[in-house]
Nanobody
Framework: QVQLVESGGGLVQSGGSLRLSCAAS????????MRWYRQYPGKERELVAYISAGGGSTTYADSVKARFTISRDDGKNTLYLQMNALRPEDTAVYYC????????WGQGTQVTVSS
């Protein structure tokens, strides 16, 4: 079955960096576009970044442009989110997402940025 497992979250100081990973299995990873979302307590999940199948197209939320980079390694079935210049407002749970016969989500990874 489709499985997404995020890792790489943690506690970092403002201005620091983290790299999130999402290990995918149970579907043909290279054939699907992928997304990173984040969720603040009590809020809806919001789209952070998108990458097309093959990686040729990416888009970002305005709030993370020029700071975050989404990428993928189809040989490893893994999605990444490089997060630089982190801010306290980036504190959230981060989820990877794919639409395979419906929306599929990982369990999420907590990112906490201290000021």
């Amino acid at each position: 079955q489709v499985q997404l497992v995020e890792s790489g979250g943690g506690l970092v100081q403002s201005g620091g960096s983290l790299r999130l990973s999402c290990a995918a299995s149970g579907f043909s990873f290279s054939s699907f576009s992928m997304r990173w979302y984040r969720q603040y307590p009590g809020k809806e999940r919001e789209l952070v970044a998108y990458i097309s199948a093959g990686g040729g197209s990416t888009t970002y939320a305005d709030s993370v442009k020029a700071r975050f980079t989404i990428s993928r390694d189809d040989g490893k079935n893994t999605l990444y989110l490089q997060m630089n210049a982190l801010r306290p407002e980036d504190t959230a749970v981060y989820y990877c997402h794919v639409f395979v016969l419906g929306p599929r989500w990982g369990q999420g990874t907590q990112v906490t940025v201290s000021s």
